[in-house]
């Protein structure tokens, strides 16, 4: 009988991206994943190092399972992702229980240390320094049938001092543009009707070869993929954010209107303190010519809240910039001193209590400025994409989700034919901070719709198969 498996993610898409290969290598070593609410045979933990939520959650986890382990030998524990690739020597001394700790770099190594680890009886522990191979080549197994994630690059050169990321990551290296597109009608091919191209920063694309271009004209190419219905793109750096790539997304008509780019702080110095080489000036004046280009586009940011040396007056600029700036949506996050950064041992840490205080009215803040804009939508009519692991039907509130062309969520009542997959227009009719609710119209039919019965038929005729089809890039 196969052995299961099952993978915890915590962190970036990158990192959820990296999980579909890990489950991809499982499959095609033999393994299949575990049935909900049933015990794995393996349990890989997909690590986050940029905040210690991350490390506690880990550690919380691995405590948890340690009866089960010490009961049952054969279960394998696997630790990969940053914080592995950070902490490879504590995670054996806090857990010396776990089989394997793999790294950002030595993906694809996992199921020969999983091998190694049963036959030698000890714990297996690979980190490469720098990447051998580009993980696309990695098979995967995808969350969905009709979105998917492409990475165009890995790794990153910025210096910003609050993350660890480019020392767990490396320095950027970029694909080829013939070989991401590739793989985007590789995936078209299969169903696949919305992509979301990846990056540690997405809009640097193309320094490996030199071309400033690069990223705009991958868009622009992407526009010439029969099938491909919506393209997305994250995280880009206001620093690379060119005027061609705002033109790509207004002239190439399945690039979403949606622009997700961090802001981190509305204050200068703390941008500076930060390394983050651009100034608000120059991020808002970003925002006004996508928005001249697209005035129908959603932006959406991150910030970091509590930065050593954040005055009051620096934290009340960055409130001013979401009031600015119209956010549909901020991801914020207090300020996590991670070891090994230069922000770890700057002068000016600021209390929990103060960070915790200014996080609470920055959400605020924050949420009124969401509620306002959603509240915009109201009596209009968006094109929803019915969602499949985001959007199931939910019997109790009688509706079903899906993702507008702008990214927002959206509800709408159940009481229409639409599979996971397909088109739905749907009329606004109630706002929220998170969320709009409509009234659906017209479903239009799409090949996603149609992979995604495909991949519930499939699932359905065989008693082993429990997940998604792989994918070779």
């Keep these: 009988m196969s052995r299961t498996y099952a993978v915890e993610t915590y962190g970036c898409q990158m990192n959820v991206h990296d999980s579909e290969r890990i489950a991809g290598l499982l499959d095609e070593a033999g393994f299949i994943p575990v049935e909900p609410g049933s015990q794995a045979d393996i349990v890989v933990f997909n690590t986050c190092a940029v905040r210690e939520n991350a490390d506690n959650k880990l550690y919380g986890n691995l405590s948890f399972l340690a009866p089960i382990?010490?009961?049952?030998?054969?279960?394998q524990i696997?630790?990969?992702?940053c914080l592995a690739q950070k902490d490879q020597a504590t995670i054996l001394k806090k857990a010396p229980y776990v089989d394997v700790v793999f790294g950002t770099h030595n993906v694809g190594s996992l199921p020969v240390l999983l091998e190694r680890a049963r036959i030698e009886e000890e714990s297996q522990i690979e980190i490469l320094e720098s990447l051998e191979h580009f993980p696309s080549t990695l098979p995967a197994r995808r969350l969905s049938a009709f979105s998917s994630w492409v990475s165009v690059s890995v790794g990153c050169n910025n210096t910003c001092t609050f993350c660890i990321v480019p020392t767990l990551r490396g320095i950027e290296k970029d694909r080829s543009a013939k070989e991401i597109l590739s793989e985007v009608r590789a995936l078209v091919d299969q169903g696949v009707i919305e992509i979301t191209l990846l990056g540690q920063n997405v809009n640097a694309y193309g320094v490996d070869f030199g071309d400033r271009s690069a990223f705009a004209n991958l868009l622009k190419e992407c526009g010439t993929v029969d099938g491909l219905e919506r393209v997305r793109f994250m995280s880009p750096h206001p620093r690379d954010f060119t005027d061609d790539v705002i033109d790509a997304m207004a002239t190439t008509a399945n690039v979403m209107p949606h622009l997700h780019m961090p802001?981190?702080?509305?204050?200068?110095?703390?941008?500076?303190?930060m390394r983050r080489s651009y100034r608000t000036d120059r991020y808002l004046g970003i925002i006004d010519r996508v928005r001249a280009a697209m005035p129908h586009a959603a932006i959406t940011t991150d910030i970091i809240v509590g930065?050593?040396?954040?005055?009051?007056?620096?934290?009340?600029?960055?409130m001013d910039i979401c009031a600015e700036a119209r956010f549909a949506a901020a991801y914020t996050?207090?300020?996590s001193k991670r070891p090994g950064t230069p922000a770890a041992s700057m002068p000016g840490q600021i209390s929990p209590e103060v960070v915790g205080e200014r996080y609470t009215r920055l959400h605020n803040h924050q949420q009124a400025i969401s509620l306002s804009v959603n509240q915009e939508a109201v009596g209009k009519e968006f094109k929803v994409l019915v969602g499949d692991y985001e959007g199931r039907r939910d019997e109790a509130q009688a509706?079903?989700?899906?993702r507008s062309e702008d990214f927002r969520l959206v509800h709408f009542s159940n009481s229409i034919e639409a599979r996971p997959g397909d088109e739905v227009e749907v009329s606004i009719t109630q706002a929220s901070a998170h969320y709009l609710i409509g009234t659906p119209g017209k479903v239009r039919a799409t090949r996603g719709g149609d992979a995604h019965a495909a991949r519930i038929a499939e699932k359905k005729s065989s008693a082993?198969?429990?997940?998604m089809p792989t994918l070779k890039a």
């Design 464 to 467: 082993t198969l429990l997940g």
């Design 69 to 75: 382990k010490k009961a049952n030998p054969q279960m």
């Design 263 to 273: 802001l981190q702080s509305g204050s200068n110095s703390i941008l500076q303190a």
């Design 333 to 335: 996050y207090q300020y």
């Design 78 to 81: 696997a630790v990969g992702g």
């Design 307 to 318: 930065f050593p040396g954040e005055t009051e007056s620096d934290f009340q600029a960055t």
């Design 399 to 402: 509706r079903m989700t899906g």
